[in-house]
Structures are given as C-alpha cells and as structure tokens.
C-alpha cells in the first residue's frame, strides 16, 4: 500500500478537488477503515455552498463526508473488536467517554465530541479513514455496505422514535421528506408502527414514501393537514409528530395539528431561529415537544432490525458515484433536490458498481 489516497478536499464554498493526500495511520485505539461507499448529507452540501452550519466554519481545507460503511484493513494494537478483513459501519462521532452526558448514555450531547465533517474536523470522501474503534459496527453477512452507510442518516430516526417514546400503539406523521423524513419511516416501521402518514410538497418524494410503505401522503401546500389526519385516523389524531423539514411553516403546523396529550419531535433546522407557536394551545393540549441532536445508541438496535427485517432502506439511494465525479455528485445534491435523495460516493473505483 503506497501512503498516499484520493480524497476530496473543500478548499472554500464551491471549491472542492479530489488530490493526493495522506493515509491516516491508525492510532493504538483505531482502525484504518478501506471505504466502501459514503454518502453526501445535506450538511456536507451546505458546507460545500455556504462554508459554514451555525458556529461551525470551514476556515483551513476540509475532507466532508460521514455516513460511511467499508472494510477494516489493519488495527492498532489495542483493538479487539474488530479484525482486518471484517465489513464495518462507522458511527463518525466520536465522544470522550468520561463526561457527564458520556457516563448518563447521551453521549450525543458530549461537548468534546469529535465529529466527521465538522469543522476542523476531516470526513471520509476519501479511499481510507482511521477510527476509533468502539465506533465501528461489525455487518452481518446479509447486510450491504450501503446499508452500513445509511445506518447514519436513519438513526436519526431512531433517535426521533426514542425522543418521541413511539410505540406500536402510536399513530405516527412524518413532515418532511428528503433522507431523513423517508428514513424516519422506515425507522417508525422499525420500532413497530403501522400507521405512518406523511407529509411533502415534491411529488417524487411522495412517490418514493408510499414506496417505502407510508399509510398516506399529501401536500400540505395543496390539502388542509388538519382535516386529513381526522379523515385517516377516523377522528383519534396522531400520537407522535416528527417534524424533519424545517419549514417554517411546517414547524408551526405540528402544534395545530397535533392531537391533545401528543408528542412532536422537532428534527429538522429551520433557517430562521424564532418561529411563532401557538403556545396557548401547545399549554391546552398538555403537548411533549423534544428536540433532537443527532442520535445515540442507536447502531446495535438498527443492525438487528435491518439483518432480519423486511424494511428497505436503500430505496433512498437515487444516484451513485466515483469520488473522482465529486463535483458533480454535490452540485447534483445541491440543484436537483426534485429528483434526488440520497447520493452515494465510491472512493475505491475498483469496488465501486
Ligand atoms: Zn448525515
Ligand atoms: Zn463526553
């Protein structure tokens, strides 16, 4: 193995090139991970357009790119949960383990958390990665490595079910449906719900919903949401709410529509960082409204799921690429969000299909 790889490196907003740099070198607790496939994620797409997310800020040349599944090809010598050779998912955030959200299991929440693609931190649209390696998830044999890969973006998912304490009994509506939305329902599904409506304005996501097994889907731009969701549900309402667009709008709506005693998981980042509420109502209603950061513990809980279960998470991937077509791939993610979804990197051009 030469010590040099391909990774695509953002110098500033819309200036991304694929060069020669470096191979990590494993440290004693990581791995060097061979990656299989990665996938672009909205946010790697604004860093790329806007050079910055909140108080993130691209300020020295950046490696985007986490949500990553690929092969183990060598092993620092503290490492005994995985062994060269072995099909792994990588968790890309890694936490220090001793703080107090680390010890109370919402290491989500660990102010020293260091995570891919975050500003100054380097990704993995890149031939090799080096992890630690507690954040490496071994894929059974009926697993694909996309699969792997988008364990990322669906335990967002899993950590609105869990936020929202959704259980089969629950009557579930997902607004927004780009990778998170769509994943969010196969995540419901996943914790045992039945009925699952949803809510988008671009016909191809609708279309790809009813796909993923959605109960019912409409515009809400077109349809009265409110009305709907008494026709579908015969009047009961919905139990959990879990808002992934971040539209304005969409983000006032949950409190209108969702019913007394319910539960809204507010998942999506608006633009704006006031929104007006209905909080009389939100009061009257006795509502549970949760935020949610990334997710926790979720891997080992998705892996079981999708190893054995009849739920189809790969329906998301609407375009594969060669990491050498980086551009394109992001420019494709950033303009035509009509007709994408989810786009997945092949670094490794001899693996890719
Ligand atoms: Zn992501
Ligand atoms: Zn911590």
């Known amino acids: 193995m030469s010590n040099v790889m391909n990774a695509a490196v953002l110098h500033k907003p819309m200036d991304i090139e694929v ?3 470096e191979i990590p070198t494993p440290k004693s607790d990581e791995a060097l991970v ?4 990665i996938g672009v994620c909205g946010s790697d797409v604004h860093y790329y357009e806007h050079g910055k997310i909140g108080r993130y800020e691209v300020k020295a040349p950046i490696i985007l790119g986490h949500e990553l599944a690929g092969e183990v090809v060598q092993v620092g010598e503290e490492v005994t949960n995985v062994k060269v050779g072995e099909r792994v998912a990588v968790e890309p955030g890694v936490t220090c383990g001793r703080c107090e959200y680390c010890k109370s299991g919402r290491y989500n929440l660990c102010p020293d958390v260091v995570f891919m693609a975050t500003p100054p931190v ?3 649209w890149s031939e090799y990665v080096a992890v630690r390696s507690d954040f490496l998830f071994k894929l059974p044999g009926t697993m694909s490595y996309e699969e792997g890969a988008l364990l990322e973006p669906l ?3 899993m950590h609105a079910m869990s936020r929202g304490k ?3 009994a629950d009557k579930v509506l997902v607004t927004g449906l780009g990778p998170i939305g769509l994943l969010a329902i196969q995540a419901a599904k996943i914790y045992g ?3 699952i409506y949803a809510t988008d304005v671009v016909p191809f996501r609708q279309q790809l919903a009813k796909e993923m097994g959605v109960t019912a889907v409409i515009d809400p731009s077109k349809e009265n949401l409110k009305e709907k969701l008494d026709e579908w549900t ?3 309402g919905i139990d959990v709410i879990i808002e992934t667009s971040g539209n304005q709008r969409a983000v006032a709506e949950t409190i209108k529509v969702a019913k007394r005693g319910g539960r809204i998981v507010f998942v999506g980042m608006p633009t704006a960082t006031e929104i007006p ?3 009389t109502q939100l009061v009257d209603s006795e509502l549970d409204v949760y935020g949610l950061f990334r997710y926790v513990n979720t891997y080992p809980a998705a892996i079981q799921a999708l190893s054995s279960g009849n739920v189809n998470i790969e329906k998301v991937i609407t375009h594969k690429f060669a990491l050498k077509d980086i551009k394109e791939a992001v420019e494709m993610a950033r303009q035509q969000k009509d007709v994408s979804i989810k786009i997945m990197i092949y670094p490794n051009e001899e693996l890719a299909n």
């Open 193 to 195: 719900v039945n009925e």
């Open 277 to 279: 509420i209905d909080i």
């Open 234 to 236: 015969g009047g009961k």
């Open 166 to 168: 959704v259980t089969p």
């Open 155 to 157: 335990s967002v998912g």
């Open 19 to 21: 060069k020669k740099v």
């Open 34 to 37: 061979k990656v299989y496939c």
């Open 122 to 124: 380097d990704g993995a």
